[in-house]
């Protein structure tokens, strides 16, 4: 199987980003990410974790990925509002 170096070219450039990006966050911004992105936990357990209302958990994930996809440059959802 052949593998494709990551460092290199465009995915680098992405990576360099994505982590400027993720820096710039508030540190309960990037948590709040971590446990429902990479943890895969509901905002409701989210929520729980972070002693936080369900509904700023929401809101902070919104925000978060909202301002990510923008230091990224990614195209928004179709039908989600800005």
Request: charged letters at 30%; hydrophobic letters at 45%; a positive charge.
């Amino acid at each position: 199987m052949m593998r494709r170096h990551v460092g290199a070219g465009p995915a680098r450039s992405l990576r360099a980003r994505a982590a400027a990006a993720l820096d710039a966050m508030s540190e309960r911004d990037r948590l709040v990410l971590a446990l429902r992105l990479l943890e895969g936990l509901s905002p409701l357990e989210s929520a729980g974790a972070l002693r936080l209302p369900e509904g700023d958990v929401e809101q902070r994930t919104a925000r978060a990925l909202a301002s990510l996809a923008e230091e990224l440059r990614l195209p928004r959802s179709p039908g989600r509002a800005a």
